[in-house]
């Protein structure tokens, strides 16, 4: 089919609607000479004759009624298909995807994912969770949340959330064993939880700053995690110290499950962020979950990962 071989179709149908050059050039927005060349050149192309003309009348040959019999239904199914698209450029409906470190998805989407599904029920949201930074356009995803620096250059950035403040923190039976560290390097002497980000990535070293002054220690200990909710667990158990978000931890501090130790060498990390392509039509189910993401941060005291 050659580029205008559509539109002068839907011309044929439109001169067969109103058996009329005229009506159809006006239903068309066209001058009734344009619209007569069209179908010439339609004709010509197609090497048929689809319409019988005189002076005052237009009708379809017989080639014409077997044309139109076939293409009324392709056209109304053409129609449809931009409807759908339509519809959705107006309202969140179709097959989202999202890929997210552990902590941006327990921060940042299942705080909202029951109230935006209830409100969006034309929407299926895929969560899919990990650590390892991927390229999210060759993987097929929406869009990404994580650190800043998983984006890469030409993306959009929303910042999700505000800084987000680092604790080092162990369980009172942990500490009955053992004194509580006053400084970073006090930590080569205590059984830490081990964090590697990927199979085949390095270990995680735990930052730290103090008046200006920064350091980042290597760490030791008898269990390694790559999902930030099982080193907090593994804290609580008494397994070792944790080193996470001071929020994440919140629970347990205020349970007495975990004692926070470090805290005026804390490090504060820049929070999370959702990234996507950069490119003007972003689809309206991943526009909605942003304003919902948004409207969550305005009432932070419910999310202490959105306060900042």
Same mark, same amino acid.
């Given at each position: 089919?050659?580029?205008?071989?559509?539109? *002068?179709?839907?011309?044929? #149908?439109?001169?067969?609607?109103?058996? !009329?050059?005229?009506?159809?050039?006006?239903?068309? /927005?066209?001058?009734?000479?344009?619209?007569?060349?069209?179908?010439?050149?339609?004709?010509?192309?197609?090497? #048929?004759?689809?319409?019988?003309?005189?002076?005052?009348?237009?009708?379809?040959?017989?080639?014409?009624?077997?044309?139109?019999?076939?293409?009324?239904?392709?056209?109304?199914?053409?129609? $449809?298909?931009?409807e759908d698209l339509n519809g959705e450029r107006s309202r969140p409906f179709g097959h989202l995807r999202i890929y997210a470190t552990h902590m941006s998805a327990a921060a940042v989407i299942t705080p909202i994912w029951q109230r935006f599904l209830s409100a969006y029920p034309d929407v299926h949201l895929e969560l899919q969770v990990d650590e390892a930074p991927i390229d999210i356009v060759a993987k097929g995803f929406d869009a990404g949340i994580g650190p800043q620096d998983r984006?890469?250059?030409?993306?959009?950035?929303?910042?999700?959330?505000?800084?987000?403040?680092?604790?080092?923190?162990?369980? &009172?039976?942990?500490?009955?064993?053992?004194?509580?560290?006053?400084? &970073?390097?006090? %930590?080569?002497?205590? !059984?830490?939880?081990?964090?590697?980000?990927?199979? *085949?990535?390095?270990?995680?070293?735990? &930052?730290?700053?103090?008046?200006?002054?920064?350091?980042?220690?290597? #760490?030791?200990?008898?269990?390694?995690?790559?999902? &930030?909710?099982?080193?907090?667990?593994?804290?609580? *158990? /008494? %397994?070792?110290?944790?080193?996470?978000?001071?929020?994440?931890? $919140?629970?347990?501090?205020? !349970?007495?499950?975990?004692?926070?130790?470090?805290?005026?060498? !804390?490090?504060?990390?820049? $929070?999370?962020?959702?990234?996507?392509?950069?490119?003007?039509? #972003?689809?309206?189910?991943?526009?909605?979950?942003?304003?919902?993401?948004?409207?969550?941060?305005?009432?932070?005291?419910?999310?202490?990962?959105?306060?900042?």
């Amino acid at each position: 089919m050659q580029r205008g071989d559509l539109a *002068d179709l839907r011309a044929f #149908v439109a001169i067969a609607d109103h058996l !009329s050059f005229r009506a159809a050039a006006l239903r068309l /927005g066209i001058t009734p000479s344009a619209l007569s060349h069209s179908m010439r050149q339609l004709e010509e192309r197609l090497g #048929v004759r689809l319409l019988h003309r005189t002076t005052r009348s237009v009708s379809p040959t017989d080639a014409g009624f077997r044309l139109l019999e076939r293409l009324r239904p392709a056209l109304e199914e053409i129609d $449809g298909a931009l409807e759908d698209l339509n519809g959705e450029r107006s309202r969140p409906f179709g097959h989202l995807r999202i890929y997210a470190t552990h902590m941006s998805a327990a921060a940042v989407i299942t705080p909202i994912w029951q109230r935006f599904l209830s409100a969006y029920p034309d929407v299926h949201l895929e969560l899919q969770v990990d650590e390892a930074p991927i390229d999210i356009v060759a993987k097929g995803f929406d869009a990404g949340i994580g650190p800043q620096d998983r984006a890469a250059a030409d993306m959009i950035v929303v910042r999700m959330t505000g800084p987000l403040k680092r604790a080092v923190v162990g369980a &009172p039976s942990y500490f009955a064993r053992h004194h509580q560290p006053r400084t &970073p390097e006090e %930590l080569a002497h205590h !059984s830490c939880v081990q964090f590697r980000r990927r199979a *085949d990535g390095a270990m995680f070293e735990w &930052p730290f700053e103090r008046n200006g002054a920064s350091r980042v220690i290597s #760490v030791r200990g008898a269990i390694m995690v790559n999902d &930030p909710d099982l080193a907090v667990r593994a804290a609580v *158990d /008494g %397994l070792g110290l944790a080193y996470t978000l001071e929020a994440q931890a $919140g629970p347990f501090l205020r !349970s007495g499950q975990l004692v926070r130790v470090l805290e005026e060498w !804390s490090s504060t990390f820049e $929070g999370l962020f959702l990234y996507y392509p950069s490119h003007r039509q #972003v689809p309206a189910a991943l526009r909605a979950l942003i304003e919902m993401i948004r409207s969550q941060h305005l009432s932070a005291n419910d999310n202490p990962f959105l306060k900042g």
